[in-house]
C-alpha cells in the first residue's frame, strides 16, 4: 500500500534545512576544522583556523550565516517506491521550500534565471534537483547549498583507461593545485570516478555529502582517499592560500561502473564551509 505525503510536507522540510545548513555546519566540519587548527603546523595557518572556527561559533551563536554566499540551492531526493505525492507539483513544492527559507533566513539570492542574461530571480529559485527512486515508502532529503567560489574550480577529465590509477591521482593534483586559494581552503574534495561524462560529476557532489569519517566499501578506494589527502596537504597552499600543511579536509571518492573505452574523472572542489544537511520523512 503507498504511503501518501503532501508535498506541503516536502516545502516545509526544505525551507526549515536550507537555514539551518547555512547557518549551523555539521558537527563532522566542526571537528575537522579544530583537529586542523590543532596540528597546523604554520602560524599563519593555525591563525586562519582559528578565525575560521571562531566565525562558526559566531555565526550559530547569532543566527546569521556562516557564508556571505549562500549558494545554489542543491537538493538530492531518495523517494521510496511505495510514496505517492500529493497535493501539488513536486519540483515546485521544492522550489517553495528554497523560496521560502532564503525569505525568511535572510540569505542572499544568488541565482540569475538565464546564464548570459543574468537577470537575477530574486529567490534563490530554481534549485537544482535530482531525484532517484529507491525501495520503501519513506523520503530522504539532502539540501547542500553549493558556493561558486569553490564549483568554479571544479574540473572533469575524460581520462583514457591506459592513464590508469596514476592519471586519476595526478587529475585530482591538477585540479586542486591549480584552484590554490580561490576555493577558499581548506578544502573538502569531492570525486566521481567512472560512469558517463555527467555521472561521474554527479558521483562527485554526491561526494562532498558524505560524513568526513564515512569510510569507502572498497579497499582500494579507501587507500587513494587516504594518499591523495596527504598528497594534497603536501602541496602548502594552506589554509586561505596563506601556506600550511592544511589544504584539504578530507577527500571523497565515489565510484561507478563505466565503458570499455573511458575513465572519466570528476573534482567537485568545496570550501570549508562544506554545508549540507539530511533529513527523512
Known amino acids: 500500500m503507498a504511503r501518501e505525503i503532501h508535498v506541503e510536507e516536502l516545502t516545509k522540510n526544505i525551507r526549515e534545512m536550507c537555514i539551518e545548513t547555512n547557518l549551523v555546519l555539521t558537527q563532522d566540519m566542526k571537528e575537522a576544522l579544530e583537529a586542523a587548527e590543532a596540528r597546523e603546523q604554520s602560524p599563519w595557518g593555525r591563525q586562519v583556523l582559528d578565525q575560521l572556527c571562531?566565525?562558526?561559533?559566531?555565526?550559530?551563536k547569532e543566527m546569521i550565516p556562516i557564508?556571505?554566499?549562500t549558494?545554489?540551492?542543491?537538493?538530492f531526493l531518495e523517494v521510496g517506491q511505495d510514496v505517492h505525492f500529493f497535493g501539488g507539483d513536486l519540483t515546485e513544492a521544492v522550489n517553495e521550500g528554497v523560496r521560502q527559507g532564503y525569505a525568511d533566513g535572510y540569505l542572499r539570492n544568488s541565482v540569475v534565471g538565464d546564464p548570459l542574461i543574468r537577470k537575477n530571480t530574486r529567490d534563490n529559485t530554481p534549485a537544482v534537483l535530482y531525484t532517484e527512486i529507491v525501495p520503501g515508502d519513506?523520503?530522504?532529503?539532502?539540501?547542500?547549498?553549493?558556493?561558486?567560489?569553490s564549483e568554479n574550480m571544479s574540473r572533469i577529465f575524460m581520462l583514457k583507461p591506459a592513464d590508469g590509477i596514476e592519471g586519476v591521482k595526478e587529475a585530482i593534483l591538477t585540479a586542486v593545485r591549480d584552484a590554490g586559494p580561490n576555493a577558499c581552503p581548506p578544502m573538502v574534495v569531492g570525486v566521481g570516478i567512472g560512469g558517463t561524462f555527467e555521472q561521474c560529476a554527479l558521483l562527485a557532489k554526491r561526494a562532498l555529502t558524505r560524513p568526513l569519517q564515512d569510510k569507502s566499501e572498497l579497499s582500494h578506494i579507501r587507500r587513494l582517499e587516504k594518499e591523495m589527502t596527504e598528497q594534497l596537504n603536501k602541496l602548502g597552499i594552506g589554509p586561505g592560500g596563506l601556506g600550511g600543511t592544511t589544504t584539504v579536509l578530507a577527500v571523497k571518492i565515489n565510484t561507478a561502473a563505466t565503458h570499455i573505452a573511458g575513465l572519466p574523472v570528476a573534482v567537485n572542489i568545496c570550501c570549508h564551509v562544506n554545508r549540507h544537511c539530511e533529513r527523512t520523512i
Open 67 to 69: 557564508c556571505q554566499d
Open 54 to 60: 571562531e566565525n562558526l561559533r559566531v555565526a550559530e
Open 71 to 75: 549558494g545554489m540551492a542543491v537538493i
Open 138 to 149: 519513506q523520503v530522504k532529503i539532502t539540501v547542500a547549498p553549493k558556493g561558486f567560489g
